[in-house]
């Protein structure tokens, strides 16, 4: 036992964070997608509705009810060749103030050849002193597909809280055929508010986000184009590397909801998850 | 300030530093013929969208792209492509390379940085070739712009420093040379929107020098959907 006083309330600190875990695999068989092994820890779930169709629904929840400082959370999917999966979560996920360390959350989504991915969470809220460390790492075979969306909110904005400072740093890295095709941090820090004032930055948006198609091409961008020619908030769409992107910033959860709804339902085949029809 | 009240100027230059000085005049110049003009980082689109119409708003818009944005990114993947390529690490430079490469925010943007890495490299190799370079270039699949700056800056001994301040100088008067076109703004405003931007260039300079890969980040949403949006602006006189 140390005497420390600070370093003994680290280690009261540190036995209180949450801890969670999910990992597991599908499979293809016999034409359907079935769940393989499968890991679960700590205050992170994951349910499978029933099937609605030959792919595999798993959805999130976090016991916890949100995260805090400190608490590390790790997500691992793998899907087999030619399965299919959709991953959601239940709820938006909220992300505390943080006095101390940052929380972690870890992401990682591997597709084998023929696989589909399909990665479509509620938004994530960060609190004002938010402080959290987030990274996506995708691994794409050459003939791999992912859908991917992700939807960050900087404050309660329900409750007419902005987010004003904190630290939030999102790392996304996507290969395919083993070959890095996109990377890119997020990183805001410090006086958060007035960096989202700035014009460059979010010009005082509440809220922000991101769609990966893969494979995406110049066509599939003109096709979203031609069938949205008017967004609630701001968009841009673009394609290189053989991916497309979508980018949405809007004063507001709702329109930003909206907008990416509709690129999704642009660019998906399947139909989106029942959560996100509401 | 006089030139006597900054010792350190005149301490700092010697004569060895006269042919470094030279090749980074030359190379981040306007003139070296990379295709610079071109290319507005998004900026085009800003001006069309009224985000950008005066001197100040383009100053405020390129103080945010250099302190939060591509310049302080692509600050430190000229720092460590200069690294691994003065300690002879290729692995380490084709990592460096690669993760440059896919740190792009959009198609135009990749465009931009690809053809001017490309056009750098190719020049260096023709008429300010050096040992290693060869070899560096063949080792790597693509060297973006900020990459190629360090790779060739490396292989000519030039401090990275040194070689940092010349990129960083060269891209923002790219990009006010084209705001001024754009907004229009005269000569002299352009001249103060430079001289308003030295401490911010400076600034990202010693943040990127001792930045880890792991310290890359930006924050530069809109400056980004710029570069989407500016695909489908009707009249455009840049690529980007």
Not at chain 1, 11 to 20: L, S
Not at chain 1, 112 to 132: N, S, V, Y
Request: charged letters at 20%; one cysteine or more.
């Amino acid at each position: 036992m140390r005497a420390d006083p600070a370093s003994a309330a680290a280690d009261i600190f540190e036995a209180n964070r949450a801890r969670g875990a999910v990992r597991f695999d599908v499979r293809l068989q016999d034409g359907m997608t079935r769940r393989h092994h499968l890991h679960e820890s700590g205050s992170l779930r994951v349910r499978f509705p029933s099937p609605e169709d030959d792919g595999l629904s798993a959805m999130f929840v976090n016991t916890a009810g949100g995260i805090a400082g400190g608490d590390r959370f790790a997500v691992e999917v793998a899907a087999g060749e030619g399965s299919r999966v959709t991953l959601s979560s239940a709820a938006a996920e909220k992300v505390y103030r943080a006095p101390g360390k940052p929380a972690e959350l870890d992401i990682a989504l591997t597709a084998a050849a023929g696989a589909h991915i399909a990665w479509l969470p509620q938004e994530t809220i960060l609190f004002d002193r938010a402080r959290i460390h987030r990274r996506i790492d995708i691994d794409l075979a050459a003939t791999a597909s992912l859908l991917l969306c992700e939807i960050v909110v900087f404050g309660r904005t329900a409750m007419g809280e902005r987010m004003r400072e904190g630290e939030f740093v999102d790392r996304w890295r996507l290969r395919r055929g083993g070959r890095l095709v996109f990377a890119e941090t997020v990183r805001l820090d410090g006086d958060i508010g007035g960096k989202l004032a700035h014009p460059a930055i979010a010009n005082g948006a509440a809220a922000i986000g991101t769609a990966l198609i893969v494979p995406g091409d110049a066509a599939l961008v003109e096709r979203i184009r031609e069938s949205l020619p008017a967004f609630r908030g701001e968009a841009g769409l673009s394609a290189w590397n053989g991916f497309a992107m979508a980018r949405f910033c809007a004063q507001d959860a709702a329109s930003l909801r909206a907008d990416m709804m509709a690129v999704l339902g642009c660019a998906s085949a399947v139909p989106l998850p029942r959560l996100w029809l509401n | 300030m006089t030139a006597s009240e900054r010792p350190h100027v005149s301490a700092a230059m010697t004569e060895l530093d006269h042919p470094a000085l030279y090749r980074l005049m030359t190379w981040l110049s306007p003139a070296f013929p990379v295709g610079g003009f071109a290319y507005s980082s998004g900026i085009e689109w800003a001006v069309e969208a009224g985000d950008v119409d005066d001197a100040a708003s383009l100053r405020g818009w390129l103080s945010t792209m250099l302190t939060d944005g591509s310049g302080f990114c692509d600050a430190v993947f000229l720092v460590h492509a200069h690294r691994a390529m003065e300690l002879g690490d290729i692995d380490r430079l084709r990592e460096v390379a690669e993760l440059a490469a896919a740190f792009v925010p959009s198609r135009e943007r990749q465009l931009e940085t690809t053809a001017q890495g490309r056009a750098f490299i190719e020049i260096a190799r023709s008429a300010w070739n050096s040992p290693g370079l060869d070899d560096a270039v063949s080792q790597c699949e693509a060297m973006v712009y900020p990459v190629a700056v360090g790779v060739v800056g490396a292989a000519h001994g030039i401090q990275s420093s040194l070689l940092l301040h010349a990129y960083l100088h060269a891209v923002t008067s790219n990009w006010i040379s084209a705001g001024s076109r754009l907004i229009p703004l005269g000569q002299t405003d352009s001249q103060r929107v430079l001289a308003a931007l030295e401490p911010v260039v400076t600034a990202t300079a010693v943040r990127a020098i001792s930045a880890s890969l792991d310290d890359i980040g930006s924050a530069t949403f809109r400056a980004d959907l710029a570069s989407l949006r500016h695909e489908t602006q009707y009249t455009r006189l840049f690529r980007s």
